[in-house]
């Protein structure tokens, strides 16, 4: 389900998944398949991760990248739960094609 707000998407974001919802912060980026399908596969890394165990992984490898790079947006970029949803955002059939748990191959040591 898809639910604009510009108030729950944090700024200098325009998309947001929070499972089972994608909030967008503006109406037009509905149309925009490139930003829904990074968010769709974000939606399935918190579905195969049953959802709250995703978001501990997600912040704890953000402060991770984040003591390791010293910069919110490189450490936001090299989160392996984005680095896949980057990679694959413009592969409309991704999801159809994507094994099981395929973040871990984007994780960087």
């Given at each position: 389900m898809i639910l604009i707000s510009k108030y729950l998407v944090p700024k200098g974001y325009v998309g947001i998944a929070i499972f089972p919802f994608v909030f967008l912060?503006?109406?037009h980026l509905k149309m925009n398949t490139t930003l829904m399908n990074h968010e769709k596969i974000h939606l399935r890394q918190q579905l195969e991760l049953f959802v709250l165990p995703f978001y501990f992984f997600y912040a704890f490898e953000f402060l991770i990248r984040l003591?390791?790079?010293?910069?919110?947006?490189?450490?936001?970029?090299?989160?392996?739960?984005?680095?896949e949803a980057y990679?694959?955002?413009?592969?409309?059939?991704?999801?159809?094609?994507?094994s099981f748990w395929n973040f871990i191959n984007y994780i960087k040591i």
């Open positions: 912060r503006y109406r003591l390791a790079y010293r910069s919110w947006n490189t450490a936001y970029q090299n989160i392996s739960f984005e680095r990679a694959n955002e413009k592969d409309l059939n991704y999801l159809q094609s994507r």
